[in-house]
């Protein structure tokens, strides 16, 4: 890709990539442990992970934080807040500061490969289309300023929502 940086969709579930340096929480604001994405990743992490997490919250909607990985196979995982579709607005520019704060942070620890769910698109409601929309032309905008982050990728739970964000993807490329 023109700009260093690789992004990757993949079907798959956040709590298992292995290979990756971070992987990205869609977090509650008090970073408990939760359900959905955040439920597997502590499930995977233990319960130390919501130790460290808690101390750091509440975070408000499009603001990020990291802790360790603990028992994931990752060195860290960063909190994102989303917002709450219908309810904290305007909900584009909130979801897009998640992914922007998110990538910041894993600048800011020389972080080289990160894995992001889709914020928002379950419990908090944010329709499919629309967040898929924000997600991919915020990720492919914020490229040109990643210095560390080689390698961006998307893990999405079903194969609708994969399709869903390889045609935003390709809209934006
Ligand atoms: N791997 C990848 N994607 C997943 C996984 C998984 N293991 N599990 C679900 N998804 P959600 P939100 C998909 O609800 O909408 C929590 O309770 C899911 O199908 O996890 O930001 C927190 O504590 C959906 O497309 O996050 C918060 O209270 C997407 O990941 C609240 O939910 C996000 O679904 C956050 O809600």
Same mark, same amino acid.
Request: proline share 6%.
């Given at each position: 890709?023109?700009?260093?940086?690789?992004?990757?969709?993949?079907?798959?579930?956040?709590?298992?990539?292995?290979?990756?340096? +971070?992987?990205?929480?869609a977090?509650? !604001?008090?970073?408990? %442990?939760?359900?959905?994405v955040?439920?597997?990743? @502590?499930?995977?992490?233990?319960?130390?992970?919501?130790?460290? !997490? #808690?101390?750091?919250? $509440?975070?408000? $909607?499009?603001?990020?934080?990291?802790?360790?990985? @603990?028992?994931? $196979?990752?060195? /860290?995982?960063? @909190?994102?807040?989303g =917002? #709450? /579709?219908?309810?904290?607005? =305007?909900?584009?520019?909130?979801?897009?500061?998640? /992914?922007?704060? &998110?990538?910041?942070?894993?600048?800011?620890?020389?972080?080289?490969?990160? &894995?992001? =769910? +889709?914020?928002s698109?379950?419990?908090?409601?944010? =329709?499919?289309?629309?967040a &898929?929309? #924000?997600?991919?032309?915020?990720?492919?905008?914020? *490229? !040109?300023?990643?210095?560390? #982050?080689?390698?961006? *990728?998307?893990?999405? /739970?079903? %194969?609708?929502?994969?399709?869903?964000?390889?045609?935003?993807?390709?809209?934006?490329?």
């Amino acid at each position: 890709m023109k700009s260093g940086v690789e992004i990757e969709l993949i079907q798959g579930d956040i709590a298992n990539q292995p290979d990756t340096t +971070a992987i990205v929480n869609a977090a509650n !604001a008090q970073l408990r %442990k939760g359900g959905g994405v955040a439920g597997a990743i @502590h499930r995977a992490a233990g319960p130390e992970l919501e130790k460290e !997490a #808690v101390p750091l919250g $509440p975070i408000e $909607p499009g603001q990020a934080v990291i802790t360790g990985g @603990h028992n994931l $196979p990752n060195r /860290y995982v960063i @909190h994102c807040l989303g =917002p #709450v /579709y219908g309810v904290n607005r =305007p909900e584009a520019e909130l979801l897009a500061n998640c /992914y922007r704060n &998110a990538l910041k942070l894993a600048e800011r620890y020389e972080i080289d490969s990160i &894995a992001f =769910p +889709a914020i928002s698109t379950g419990i908090f409601g944010y =329709p499919l289309e629309e967040a &898929a929309k #924000v997600a991919m032309k915020t990720i492919v905008e914020s *490229r !040109a300023d990643l210095k560390y #982050v080689k390698k961006i *990728r998307f893990v999405l /739970y079903d %194969k609708k929502t994969l399709q869903v964000h390889e045609r935003y993807l390709k809209e934006n490329l």
